[in-house]
């Protein structure tokens, strides 16, 4: 049956106030540029203490959300999907006795690639995949079709910091493992049997300076053609492939 993955949208000043209050999962608030005042700086300040992304868009792009409705220059978007935190997490899967295969994605902002990256990780048992509050795809209708299905089932945690995520999971015994052109191992020699967060980076940069340094290990997928990287998705494809054979041999 075919899924329909319309976001819900929450419009006007009080509703949006009040969903972000009541703690509802919320992608992001865009504001209306040029709104000022006591109203503008109550959403700035709830919107900080919340976590949620705040964003300022033209009058004619919030009227193309709204469609007519009444949205006083405001509008939320709900997840469609819960959030969750790696710290309540990685301390559930250890008490399960699962060895935490976790993806750390740093700064995917496509969103086809996002579902498709969800779609591998769920497909190889994976245990959920972490990405930041900003500068990280939405989960919306294009991510949740290409993952068909994947990011209903898989846990996804947001969180502030991708670089303090990597802190916490290593200290909680999980080897970091980044995907780098400058990594010194092959994916071969990584052992995925250990409790493992795998990070793949953004489309075109890869993996950020200051993760790869936190990184356990940095390794490269070997390649004979003339291009020098794959494309993120078909590389987690490729990582989440291996994790999965060595599991389960």
Known sequence: MKQDY??????????????IKSGQTIDKVVIQRGITGDFERQIRKLCKAHNVVLQYTPKERIEKFAKGKNHQGIIAFLALIPYYKIADLLPMLYENGETPLLVVLDGVTDVRNFGAIARSAEGAGAHGLVVPIKGS????ADAMKTSAGALSYIPVCRETSISAAVDFLVLSGVQVVASSLEGTSELKDIDFSLPTAIVVGAEGEGVSPQVLRKATKQFIIPMKGKTDSYNVSVAS?????EALRQRNM
């Open 6 to 19: 319309k976001r819900q949208l929450v419009f006007g000043k009080h509703p949006v106030i009040d969903a």
């Open 137 to 140: 795809a939405l989960v919306n």
């Open 237 to 241: 494809g490729m990582i989440l492939y």
